[in-house]
């Protein structure tokens, strides 16, 4: 349902005025995040010289691969997207595992203090992971591998999968699996064969999310990785050049790991959107 | 090798005892360098010696972002070739770097084999704890060392650089650091000032040149907090004083409070706007566009300097050795070793890798390619003859003038860090506004109750 | 984002399928099996680091040395720690304005992307590019932006006659310059929620309000803001504490810089444990940080709590 919250539209001046108006107020409000990201574009297809130049060359002339070149000679970032695509995909399969029943056990129990429970550890600062963690993994011998770095993104993705499943659960009908355990289904075939399927949106929704913010998460790479398990973001991070200010590739750098969320964002846009409203915050 | 020629020059006779060159690195020790053989490419090396010995074995290597890095991973197969090892190595941005060795070394097993270690941060933590092999023994072993290896090539300053308090060799030099005045050699002639002679003269010239108006700055100054602190150590040993004395005083005297004035009035009075937030990094790019005069810093700019796909100012770098302070002529020294985890179980491997990567051939590729500033005597020996120097040979001879004058920049304690971070935040407050000797006054008070913790401990 | 469903109380709401209505293994409690894997998954990741921290902050240990026991040392030095203090306090000033900003800027947007325009879906995915863009990346380019001498930003205001900022480069502007980017970045998470409460607005209320005349601005006052006053409380409180636990931009940025001008409490942890390597200093503050954490959300939790009765 889609009411108009603002003026409404009307004939005359007074309307032209309004939509006048609110077209500017679109600009205004989609500017910054155009600018900024056409900035960075322009940044990673221009000559180092010309990025430093002052004042600015806005259109790269002629426009240049070289940043981008120098990103992929420089490191190998074909395995850090490897190990980005590891980590992020791992914790975000295992997130959807445990997270989706859990989503739907606390919808149906309304047990909403267990919830909160997982929700502690979004409270917890990041950093006090880091050492004991570390400490943990190596005790464990798996230091060198993808799991420490698996195992801390369940950090980030269990609470961002659980609470959008719990707000979709809460949205479905509860007579079908009624209907089915007065028939003879048991509680997990009522979940699995009724409840799941419905909530396909909501596991989109929560999936996808999850899979942005483990790929963002820039932290824990920097104690917890090593050469060979290095992921994007702190990737990035080591492209600051050690001489000066290299801002090319450093720009093209930021984009190649921007890229896929980029994408992904525009594709699903329109899920996120329903798949929130739908979910419904309460 | 010959003894204390240096220190230094004129009114600083009574030089500090801990003029820790003053044992001959550079001139004095190129004295005795007639009979080093000028050196052949690795693999040709030593007849005899058996380097695949360890083949087959895979070590791993982590270093700090920077040329020297660059250095080795540019000749990591001629190791692999020479000795059948194979090396995984990774320059990783030296804040990481410290903070990775460190929290590995401290659980009891290390990731890497063999490191590159900063002297003038980490040498006390890491000899304290005896994290790293003491290399005496390798060096003694004929069968792990090679023949040609000669380690007494190295000046015995860089050596005692190196060595441990309690006489462990637990790293060998890769590159030393002297910091020195790059300055503009065309802003300088446009204004028809001479290159300064001391720190009064380096004043009026920043005075002169600085022209805001044409968006050019008499200085560019590293201003950021902890990075900062070793500029103004470099100013300070121009009043013979110490970043910590021999006897303990921190510094908040009148010295340290006339070093930290200089400081102050050399950034604010003539460096750009924003300084309190540069870093190496910014100051380099600001000075390689030909906006500003003069720039202290580390010797090891001088290959993006000359780049002309970096810089603007290509062939006018001017290098210049430190100024005479008021009370004595000093380089602050910083420096890196290479070592070897005392964790790794590939330990020999772990030490052919260092030995290669300190021998002849690559410290003195390390100069000749403008990488940085080697150890070892033979290097300049090498550079004095070479056709091929990839940086001006103005800035060789200014590495062996600074060489002469060198000494420690930061204190060797175990809270290195934290030294910087407080006396750093000092600074950057001078910078905006505070009063030097207040400011030093209370970082020396924050400052005691932890040294007295992380030397006791 | 739905996170708001945690907060709910509907445990204390009839349940309406009447007969679930007992905590036991044939009631509520049989959906345990469901729920035990996630608990069981994240106690083993966190509860080690927590037990950790909490045996660390009674000790004194900095990496290298011995530990020694202290007791409740570490945290009466906190108190005295005029650092930390000062971290706290720039901690409630960031936390502050980088929550009240996205929330009125989210809140104005999603009024604009409720309506139906030209483009709306093509220019709403522009406009949530910022919050799923890479943090660390998306500061390193503002980074660039902000360079006093070479930076787009000063340039674009001399386009317009302003005198240039030093922005994240002094301590007068740095705190507003990262809020800036950090407004920027999350804005449109604000928006998303936001406008999902428009979504499910009814429609009556809107229908009689015209009937009777109402401007659109006493429609907005009257109707909207009190229905969506519950996720606009949402909002706020994800944003609170993102906002409190703010680092990648502030670290890539200015590292807490100049001085320690937006030395934030995580980033002043970042110093101690990972530069001065004082595991046992920085536990206690951790310990503290938590707290000053769940204290702000319960204090936020109260706040909506007293909305929902209004």
Redesign the interface.
Known sequence: ????????GRSGLRGLLGRIG??L??VV??S???L??L??LS?AFK???DN?????VFIPNPPTLDNFLSVFQNSPFALYTYNSIIVTGGATL?AL???V??G?????????????????????????????????F?MMGL??TLWPMI??H??IT???V???M???F?TLP?DLE?AAMIDGCT?WQA?YRIALPLSRPGIVVAAI?SI?FS??N??FG??LA???TRT???A???V????????GP??A???V??LP??V???II??E??SG??A???? | MKKGLTTGRGAASSVSRRTLLQAGLGVAGLAVTGGIALPRPAIAQAAGFDWKRFKGQHIEVLMAKGPRGDLLQKYRKEFEELTGITVGDEQVPEQQQRQKTAIEFNSGNTSFDVLMIPYHVQKKMFGKNKWMEDLRPYLADAKLTAPDYDVGDFAKGAIDYATQADGRLDSIPINLDYFILYYNKEIFAQKGVAYPKNFDEMTAAAEKLNDPKAGVSGFVLRGIKNANVVVWTDLMLGWNRDPISKDGALPEDADAVAAATLYKKLITSYGPQGSVQFNWNECQSLFALGKAAMWIDGIGFALPLEDKAKSKIVGKVGYGVMPMGPKANHSALFGDGMAVSAFTKKKEAAWLYVQWATNKTMQARNLTGGYGSPGRNSSFEMAKTATDLKAPREWVDCMSGSIKIARPGLPEIVGVTEFRDIYGIALTNMIQGGDPAAELKKASEQFKPILAKTEAG | MTTGATFSDHAEEAVPTGHLDRFTLDGRGRYMLFIVPALAVMFAVIIFPWLFTLFMSVHDWRIGQAKAFVGLENYRNLLHDERFLGAVIRTLIYTVLATALPVVLGVLSALVFHRNFPFRGVLRAVFIMPMMATPVAVALVWTMMFHPQLGVLNYLLSLVGIPPSLWVFDQATVIPSLVLVETWQWTPLVMLIVLGGLASLPTEPYESALIDGATPWQMFRRITFPLVLPFIMVATIIRTIDAVKSFDTIFVITLGGPGTASETINLYLYTQAFAFYQIGYASAMVVVFMIVIMALCLMLLYLRQRAQWN
């Not at chain 1, 990041?126 to 004991?132: A, E, T, V, W, Y």
């Not at chain 1, 600051?240 to 801002?247: I, Y």
């Open positions: 349902m889609e009411l108009r919250s603002g003026p409404v609110f077209f107020s679109v409000v989609i910054p995040a155009i900024v990201f900035w960075m940044l000559t180092d010289i430093i130049a002052y004042p600015p295992l595992l445990v997270g029943p859990a739907y056990g606390i919808a149906k129990a309304r047990a909403h203090k267990l919830g909160v429970l997982v929700l502690l550890a979004r409270l917890t600062p990041g950093l006090s992971f880091l050492i004991p963690l570390y400490i943990l190596q230091t060198g195992i801390t369940l950090v269990v609470p961002i659980a609470w959008i719990i707000g979709f809460e509860h009624e509680l979940f999310l942005i790929w963002n820039f932290i920097v104690v090593g050469r060979e994007l973001p702190v990035v991070y080591n600051l050049t050690f001489e000066q200010l290299s801002w450093l720009a750098a930021a984009l790991v921007m969320v980029l992904l964002t525009i846009q329109r996120i959107v929130l409203a979910g419904g915050v309460k």
